[in-house]
Each structure stands twice: as C-alpha cells, then as structure tokens.
C-alpha cells in the first residue's frame, strides 16, 4: 500500500489539509449565494440584484484550455491569447441591457475622427469613462462640465432660456448644462426656460452618487432586468 | 534516492504536461477566416456600401419624405419624442441606420457630418474638415487611416439630390446657410472598418449589415406611426405616397431599393468572385 516515509508525515499533511482547504475555498467563493464576498466594491445603482454571470460571462474552453492557449501565446506558436476563467466587459455588456434608439449620445458616434481631440479629454467611445462599475454609485465621473469638449460652438435659433446658451457658454458655465439636459435624452420632462428654475447642481451630484433622480422617474426606456436579460439571450 | 527524485520529478513533468494538453487548446477564432482568400480592398467595399446608402437615401428623401410632405406627412428631428408625431428627417435617417448597423456584429461605422450643419455638433473638424473641402471640389471620395482609432476611413460626397434636400434646410431655422440649390455638395458620409481587406463572406456581412439597418429605422417609423394618437396614419402597404396618403410596407421599400442598387454591387462582387 502507499508508504509515507515517517519524516514526511508532517508535509504530507499539510498537502492534504491544503488541498482541503483549497477546494473548500473555491467551492465557498464560487457559490452564487457568497458574490458579494468575491465582488471588487459594492454594485452600482439599478444593478444591485445582478448576478456576476450578467457581465462576466465564462471564457471560452475549460481552466486547462486557457493555460495550455495562453502558454502558446507566450511561447509564439499561438496568434492571440484567450480571456482566462471569464470574458472581459465591454461596453457591448452594458448595451445588452441600456441599447437605446433614443440615446442622445450612444456611444459608437463618438468613434468618428473629428471626436478625436475630445475622446482624449473624456472618453465617450465606451460607457466606464462615466460609469464604473462596482462604486455603488450611479455616474462615476466626478465633473459636470463635459459638455464643453463638444458643444463650444453650439448656436440655438430663438433661444428659449432667460439666460441664452451664447451667454451661458461664453461665460464657461458649462454645468448649467446638464441641470436642464439629462445626457442620455431618456427622461420624459419639461426642459424650463428659466434658469433659476432648473435643477441644482447639487441635486445632480447626488443622483450621481446613487440619491433621487432630479429629472423625474418617467423614461422611455428602461434597462433589463436579469430575467429580461435573459429571456432576450434565449430568443 | 536522488535517482528516485529524479523519476518523480520527470512523471510529474510529463503528467502535468499531459493534463494541460489533453483538452486541447481553446480554438482560434481567426482560423476559418484565414483559409478564405481576401478579395476586396476595404476602400472597394466602403465604396459599394456607399452607393447602396446613396440610392436608399435618395429614395427615402424623395419618395417617402418629399412626397408624403405633400400628402401632409410630418418629418422631423425629433421624431423619437412622444409629444411628435412625425417620420425621421433623412439625416436622422442615417443616424438610425448607423445605430442600428453598431448593433449587428460587423464593426463597420457610418457618420454623417458637414461644414454646415443643422446641428452644430455636427460640423467637421480637423483632417475630416480638410478632406471636405476637397471633396467639395472634386465630389471624388477621400480615403485615410484613422491613426487615433486605427480604422479605415472613407468620406463620400452627400449631394442635394432631391429638392426635399434643399427647401428643408434653407428652410430650417437653425440653418447656418439657406442658399443651398439642388445638386450641392451638402455634406459627406464617412465610414470606417478595421481591416484593410475583406473576404467575400466579410464584403457581403457589410451591405448585408447596411440593407438590414434601413429596414430596421425604417420599421421603426412604421411603429411610430402605429402609435400616433392625433395625426392621420397613412395607410402601409404596397402603395407611395405619391398615390395618396399611404406608405410602403418595409419589404416593399427594401424591395425597390434592392431593384435600384442591386445590378452595380452586384457586378462588382460577381467579377471580384
């Protein structure tokens, strides 16, 4: 039968106890019931009831798959590497669930060469420039004066505000901005035309950080629920 | 004992190495593609694509917006709010058709810009404002790689080719010109791949991409109208404007876009193949 030599007793066991306590790790972070343990920081706003599945999806191929690809890669008899254990995020991710034909800024637009100089200041190409995950906030960006990276030349025929646009962009008061204008389009409000009568920029900030939602709760659209997720996968 | 390690060392070498390679490693993705010669350059394709956008806008500008104007269908920019009743503008047009080819799994990017435009943010800048002007001379298409996003980029001439074109936007109170005529050079789509040079099966997901994309924001102003609550909904089917208050189905639209485009792009895949 198997001998253990008496002066290895002591490694022998902590192999064993090793591997126990290394299945037995594994098997508790994997649980869907201990994600919260596993997951980097707190779930941003709306996305609190998420499974990790929802954006990390599986890699391609089994753990031994991914090693044995990537050691190709490293050594050159492979092309590309391959994601290991799961997929990375994009924002094709987020578009699963907030696609929008609304969006006053979908994101795609901004790959067009003239945003070039301005993706350098705030990258619009891709959602996490303003919304990280795993924050426990609702936008991440901490200013909300973006709108001057694009909008420096902005001319509004008949101006509706007390205070026009030329004024308030001449001025560089470029936060104004948004305490009229959602920057998505995908609230359903009056926009005032007086600008003692828009939102504090206070407000703002603080629906960024996850608080009430100053431009009302009716939108057009609404972004999926995981069950709708995933009933749109299975169509 | 030393020789005993030594045998261990190497069983386990080979078991470990064996239980790496058992399954195999994770396909390349690539593979398929690589044996499937490279047919088109992708300032052919973009070309192609191009003509097919020209002729379905045209279509669109002339046959759905210039004419359903005169049978009292509204057309505006903000065609997607719930207080509007109304079909999208031509450029809104596009912009649903980019959206909605952004969508579909073919990277390829369509934008439409102009040294006047309605829309400020419209505007070209940079290396775009200068191919425009060129482009504006010639009416021939600019082509360049985009460093920054490293993408093929084309730009192709957008004419004032219907009078729809020219009243809207003299018209439009927010028009930075108003002495456009017919035949102008009004603006310039630019479209951008990745690669330099596409398979057929590529060439063909491209206008494929592109076809499904006008029938996409195409449906989507059908279902617009089909929530209309105070406006007249003309009626959808066989029938255009021109006829009365009607409007085609999308297969029908798809259809007489498909007659007018099909024979060039066509020629230019059956001779390339």
């Not at chain 1, 090693?67 to 995020?89: E, P």
């Not at chain 1, 999926?224 to 749109?232: P, T």
Request: glycine content about 8%; aromatic content about 10%.
């Amino acid at each position: 039968m198997f001998k253990i030599n008496p002066l290895r007793k002591r490694q022998f066991s902590g192999i064993i106890i090793g591997l126990i306590t290394g299945i037995g790790v594994f098997y508790f972070f994997t649980l869907k019931s201990t994600e919260q343990y596993v997951s980097i920081g707190p779930m941003n706003n709306g996305h609190e009831d998420l499974s990790c599945i929802t954006c990390h999806a599986n890699a391609k191929g089994n753990l031994l798959q991914q090693i044995q690809s990537n050691i190709s890669y490293g050594v050159g008899v492979r092309k590309a590497s391959v994601d290991f254990g799961t997929k990375d995020v994009s924002a094709n991710n987020c578009l699963e669930c907030h696609d929008r034909p609304n969006d006053r800024h979908p994101i795609y637009r901004f790959s067009e060469p003239r945003f070039n100089e301005a993706i350098k200041n705030i990258d619009a190409t891709t959602c996490i420039t303003c919304h990280s995950e795993h924050h426990g906030a609702r936008v991440t960006i901490n200013t909300g004066d973006y709108c001057m990276n694009c909008h420096q030349d902005l001319v509004v025929e008949d101006d509706p505000l007390d205070i026009d646009h030329e004024t308030l962009i001449s001025k560089q008061n470029w936060s104004t901005c948004l305490q009229c204008h959602d920057f998505h389009g995908n609230h359903k409000y009056a926009v005032p035309e007086k600008l003692s009568d828009t939102i504090p920029l206070t407000a703002i900030k603080d629906y960024f950080k996850g608080g009430k939602d100053p431009y009302g709760n009716d939108k057009k659209h609404k972004g999926l629920s995981e069950a709708d997720w995933l009933n749109k996968l299975i169509k | 004992m030393k020789k005993l390690n030594k045998l261990s060392l190497l069983t386990f070498t080979i078991l470990a190495s064996k239980l790496l390679t058992s399954c195999g490693g994770v396909p390349e993705e690539t593979s398929t593609v690589g044996k499937e010669s490279k047919v088109f350059a992708v300032g052919e394709v973009l070309e192609m694509v191009a003509k097919e956008n020209d002729v379905t806008r045209t279509l669109y500008t002339k046959a759905i917006v210039g004419k359903g104007k005169k049978q009292g269908m509204k057309f505006d920019e903000d065609w997607r709010k719930d207080d509007i009743e109304a079909g999208p503008l031509p450029a809104l047009f596009l912009r649903g058709v980019a959206t909605s080819i952004k969508k579909s799994p073919v990277p390829l990017g369509l934008y439409l810009g102009s040294d006047y435009p309605v829309n400020a943010a419209n505007k070209f800048i940079g290396k775009q404002a200068n191919l425009f002007e060129k482009i504006k001379v010639d009416q021939k298409p600019q082509f360049f790689y985009d460093e920054e996003q490293k993408l093929h980029t084309a730009m192709f001439a957008d004419l004032a080719g219907a009078g729809a074109c020219v009243s809207c936007h003299n018209d439009h109170k927010q028009s930075p010109k108003t002495d456009w005529e017919l035949g102008d050079v009004m603006g310039a789509t630019t479209w951008q791949y990745p690669k330099d040079s596409l398979t057929y099966k590529e060439t063909v997901d491209v206008l494929k991409s592109y076809a499904d994309g006008t029938v996409d924001i195409y449906k989507q102003y059908l279902k617009e109208i089909g929530e209309f609550k105070e406006s007249d909904k003309p009626e959808i089917g066989k029938k255009w404007p021109e006829e009365g208050n009607f409007l085609p189905s999308a297969e029908v639209f798809l259809d007489s876009v498909k007659k007018l485009s099909s024979y060039e792009t066509m020629k230019h895949l059956v001779v390339s193949k």
